[in-house]
């Protein structure tokens, strides 16, 4: 059964109330995320992470978009997530075109388009390396081995803390930096004349440095139940990097409940919509197993306070 529309409406009371208290909330509803989204207090969200069912895919639990419907039936839900977003918030898109009579769909470049149209902000696109992609072999490509992370934001000035995510350096610097040339030791400009330029002698001391744009994980996760669920480890990059503690995550297309899970480990709060009964049900048990309560009154569960 669906959450009546007053338990989001609640929800938001309960977020403002608990601002200063610190103390988060997490709210699963059931419901068309067009239709719910319209409930959502305007600015009230830090962050937005979802993989919305693709084109023709998971017909048998969200029905299936076509391609050429792709846009228009995505656009109304981009508009809302513009509403509810904070001004210095971010949008991260999972999403990759598919293969359509041998060619590749250009409804996901189509949406980029609209919703730069929309006054959306395209500020990055992140690549996801999937390390264990699904084998197989077709007569005119390779399997795909990636999928498209794509940030959108309101503003350009946003709130990102880079530091949330640094990986060791590697061991190429062992090497690299034991034995440094003069030009090591300088700015020196690419030969191209790009007007690019490093200083490798800048690395020295260095154990961790900024990420690239590409995301190496594996596609395993944790419910194996779901159509399409994405590992963890998803959103939890994008959370720490575009978030802080006791901010509020949204995700529009929640499915077993991933981006909620990790949003309650990091002490965030969360807000979650799926339009499939069981994918809330399941996220309702994962929350109670992990020892939040729902509270009826404010319509969302929260921790238990001793």
Same mark, same amino acid.
């Given at each position: 059964?669906?959450?009546?529309?007053?338990?989001?409406?609640?929800?938001?009371? +309960?977020?403002? !109330?608990?601002?200063?208290? $610190?103390?988060?909330?997490?709210?699963? @509803?059931?419901?068309?995320? /067009?239709? =719910?989204?319209?409930?959502?207090?305007?600015?009230?969200?830090?962050?937005?992470?979802?993989?919305?069912?693709?084109?023709?895919?998971?017909?048998?639990?969200?029905?299936?978009?076509?391609?050429?419907?792709?846009?228009?039936?995505?656009?109304?839900? +981009?508009?809302? !997530?513009?509403?509810?977003? $904070?001004?210095?918030?971010?949008?991260? @898109?999972?999403?990759?075109? /598919?293969? =359509?009579?041998?060619?590749?769909?250009?409804?996901?470049?189509?949406?980029?388009?609209?919703?730069?149209?929309?006054?959306?902000?395209?500020?990055?696109?992140?690549?996801?390396?999937?390390?264990?992609?699904?084998?197989?072999?077709?007569?005119?490509?390779?399997?795909?081995?990636?999928?498209?992370?794509?940030?959108?934001?309101?503003?350009?000035?946003?709130y990102m803390d880079q530091d949330a995510v640094k990986v060791p350096i590697g061991d190429w610097a062992k090497t690299r930096l034991s034995n440094l040339s003069d030009t090591d030791r300088i700015r020196d400009n690419a030969k191209n004349n790009s007007g690019f330029g490093k200083n490798v002698s800048n690395w020295i001391g260095r154990e961790m440095v900024y990420p690239t744009n590409v995301l190496t994980l594996a596609t395993e996760c944790y419910n194996k139940n779901h159509s399409a669920a994405f590992p963890q480890d998803i959103p939890e990059w994008f959370i720490k990097l575009f978030t802080k503690e006791h901010d509020t995550i949204l995700d529009p297309f929640l499915g077993s409940g991933t981006t909620m899970l990790v949003a309650e480990k990091l002490n965030r709060s969360c807000i979650g919509i799926d339009i499939v009964p069981e994918y809330v049900e399941m996220t309702k048990e994962r929350l109670s197993d992990i020892g939040l309560i729902y509270n009826e009154e404010e319509g969302c569960y929260e921790p238990v306070i001793y």
């Open positions: 059964m669906a959450y009546p529309i007053k338990s989001i409406n609640a929800y938001n009371r +309960a977020i403002m !109330l608990d601002n200063e208290r $610190k103390k988060n909330k997490y709210a699963v @509803l059931l419901g068309d995320s /067009k239709s =719910i989204l319209q409930n959502i207090s305007s600015d009230s969200v830090d962050l937005v992470i979802t993989s919305p069912p693709y084109s023709d895919q998971r017909k048998q639990t969200y029905g299936g978009i076509k391609a050429e419907e792709y846009v228009d039936w995505f656009m109304p839900i +981009a508009s809302e !997530l513009q509403r509810v977003l $904070k001004p210095t918030g971010t949008f991260i @898109l999972n999403i990759k075109e /598919k293969v =359509i009579n041998g060619e590749r769909s250009t409804y996901v470049i189509e949406l980029i388009l609209e919703m730069r149209k929309q006054g959306w902000l395209w500020t990055e696109e992140f690549i996801w390396n999937k390390k264990n992609c699904y084998p197989g072999k077709w007569p005119n490509r390779f399997r795909d081995s990636w999928e498209r992370l794509l940030q959108f934001n309101k503003s350009r000035h946003f």
